[in-house]
């Protein structure tokens, strides 16, 4: 696992903490754990895939269902983060 510098620096999580770990559970199969473990992964893999997708295939991508994926993809980060951070659930 790469070690975050902003956590190694400042001493406490960055909005993408437990990003890996999450994306390892996924691939395990283990949806609850990645979800527990970082609640955007879901919302990012699929936004990062639509825009990929809208980008290879040069589709419009000022397309309002596209911004709206990432914008709740940065909505649940906020959210989780704000949680994290005010209830110290720290992994």
């Not at 699929?46 to 040069?58: D, Q």
Request: proline share 5%; net charge positive.
């Amino acid at each position: 696992m790469l070690p975050c510098p902003i956590k190694y620096l400042l001493g406490f999580d960055c909005p993408g903490c437990g990003f890996q770990r999450s994306v390892l559970a996924l691939l395990n199969g283990n949806f609850l754990q990645s979800f527990q473990l970082y609640p955007a992964t879901i919302p990012f893999l699929l936004s990062l895939v639509a825009g990929l997708g809208t980008w290879a295939f040069k589709l419009n991508q000022e397309a309002k269902w596209l911004k709206a994926m990432y914008f709740f993809t940065g909505f649940v980060v906020v959210v989780s983060y704000l949680y994290k951070m005010l209830f110290h659930h720290i992994h």
